[in-house]
Each structure stands twice: as structure tokens, then as C-alpha cells.
């Protein structure tokens, strides 16, 4: 069901609202002159699965599920780096709705930091032979840390303009 909604939502955005799209502003990872800027998430993509190959804990004894699960944590720690990109090259107002939306995310994610540090030794294999599988579970908690770091300005950003009661604003000058 989730992907259905995903295709349309995707169908609906490219076809039904095609100048919503900003293609000046949405430059994330500038590529090479010969390859696409779209594909610029691959300096997000690559060093994730890189490291989930390396160190993944063994959560069923499987290796494909085990590294896939890891490849999907360690994205979403850096997910949020394109958006926040977006908001810094279009340098003003940011949308209620959506610094809400982003705002969730992150709370989100300090929430997910909070049950991983209460649990993260689960992963953590002792009996392990090789250290890839003694240290996941660090890992895990560093990548949910990774992420609260990089939402850090934004998080601040936000409460100031709620305690000020005015819209939210990003600075011109990074």
C-alpha cells in the first residue's frame, strides 16, 4: 500500500504539478558536467551501503536481510541532508507546514536515539569472531546521533521562531 501511494504521489508531482518542481534550487551532490544532478544522492547512497556491508549486526543469521535492514538505518540518519540542503540554497521563509513536518522528523529520530541507547547491546554480538559483529549496536546509536547533529541548526532555528511567535526564517548567510 505504501509504495502504491508512493508511485502516485510521485506520478501526481510530476505530471499534475510539474511547476511546483524547482529544478534551479534542487541541486543536492553536483555531479560532473556528464552525469544527471538528479542522481546526486548517490554521495548518500554509496557510503551507506558501503558501511552496512561491513558492519551490520546479525539480527536472523541472514546476510541480505541483516545488511539491508543497516543500509535503511544508516540512509535514514542522512535522509534529512537533502532537504535541509534545499532550505539553505532557497535562503528565507520556510513553509509552516512543512518546518512542522521536519521538525516531527527530527523529534522522531530523538525519540528512535532514546529506545537504541536503551537497547543497543542486543546487537552487539560478544561471541562474535570477527569485530564487525561485536560493535553494531554502536553503530546504530551513532547513526540516530548523526542524524540529531545534522538537524542540530534546524531544531534551533525552529524553537527560536516558535518562542518568537513568528514564521520561520533561514539566515541568508550560512
Known amino acids: 500500500m505504501a509504495l502504491a501511494v508512493v508511485c502516485v504521489l510521485i506520478f501526481v508531482v510530476t505530471n ?3 511547476g511546483s518542481y524547482n529544478e534551479a534550487v534542487d541541486c543536492f551532490g553536483k555531479m560532473p558536467p556528464h552525469v544527471p544532478n538528479k542522481l546526486g544522492v548517490v554521495w548518500l547512497l554509496v557510503p551507506a551501503f558501503l558501511l552496512a556491508l561491513l558492519l551490520h549486526p546479525s539480527l ?7 545488511t539491508a535492514w543497516t543500509f535503511a538505518l544508516y540512509v535514514e540518519a542522512v535522509a534529512v541532508l537533502p532537504q535541509l540542503y534545499l532550505f539553505h540554497r532557497r535562503r ?6 512543512l518546518s512542522n513536518y521536519v521538525f516531527a522528523l527530527g523529534v522522531s529520530r530523538l525519540l528512535q536515539l532514546i529506545f537504541w541507547v536503551s537497547s543497543f547491546q542486543e546487537l552487539n554480538d560478544a561471541r562474535a569472531s570477527s569485530i564487525a559483529a561485536q560493535y553494531p ?3 546504530v546509536v551513532f547513526s540516530q ?5 545534522l538537524m542540530g541548526n534546524f531544531f534551533w532555528l525552529y524553537l527560536e521562531s516558535a518562542r518568537q511567535g513568528k514564521p520561520m526564517y533561514l539566515p541568508v548567510s550560512v
Open 16 to 18: 499534475k504539478f510539474p
Open 145 to 149: 546521533i548523526v542524524h540529531i547533529l
Open 92 to 97: 528565507g521563509l520556510i513553509d509552516g507546514m
Open 137 to 139: 549496536g554502536y553503530l
Open 60 to 66: 536472523n543469521g541472514n546476510f541480505i536481510t541483516d
